[in-house]
């Protein structure tokens, strides 16, 4: 079935320091792509979101690219903040006509000042 | 503009009781998807409800149920409640269905702990 496999946490940095959380997937069809980011005792925001191959969401200094022939959608930042401590989530809808999303496991990311 | 607020935030219950979760959407909002979280399992989908309609659902028992009033808010009923239930139940509204043009919003959930 759909599922989304991500890398498993904690990732600690300090800040500055260059950020990668790795996300792959497996869907039928073709499935948009979403990464979330839960700040300590909030609800999930939306990140950044890419609806085709080699798409690139960005928000916030942060970016993925849709990589159809990987399977991938990996989530970077060139330079991270105490601020972007939290927990990140990859996802992934294969039908357009719902919103229901398939999420990965969550990666916690710790910025050391 | 308020965001998704959902009551009560924390629920202590025993094993076999039952629970009524409630969610209340975004002003404007017409669909609102329910989902748990938990250690194990991470993020599941359990319901979505767009104009009082259950529209899809998740691979969850019959002891998880749901409906949404007239008002776009929603409730969520869990059943004879077993200690795998404890979780997080978050709930998302959106303006409407289809995740490209319309993105969810999250409440910050209830944190339900059966004991």
Known sequence: ????????????????AFLTINCTYTATG???LFWYVQYPGEGLQLL???T???DKGSN???EATYRKETTSFHLEKGSVQVSDSAVYFCALSVDGATNKLIFGTGTLLAVQP | KAGVTQTPRYLIKTRGQQVTLSC???????SVSWYQQTPGQGLQFLFEYFSETQRNKGNFPGRFSGRQFSNSRSEMNVSTLELGDSALYLCASSLAVGLLNSPLHF??????TVT
């Open chain 1, 60 to 62: 916030k200094g942060f």
């Open chain 2, 107 to 112: 409440g910050n959930g209830t944190r339900l």
């Open chain 1, 52 to 54: 085709k191959a080699d």
């Open chain 1, 1 to 16: 079935g759909d599922s989304v496999t991500q890398m498993e946490g904690p990732v600690t940095l300090s800040e500055e």
């Open chain 1, 48 to 50: 950044l979101k890419a």
């Open chain 2, 24 to 30: 209340s959407p975004i002003s404007g909002h017409r």
């Open chain 1, 30 to 32: 073709y499935p948009s």
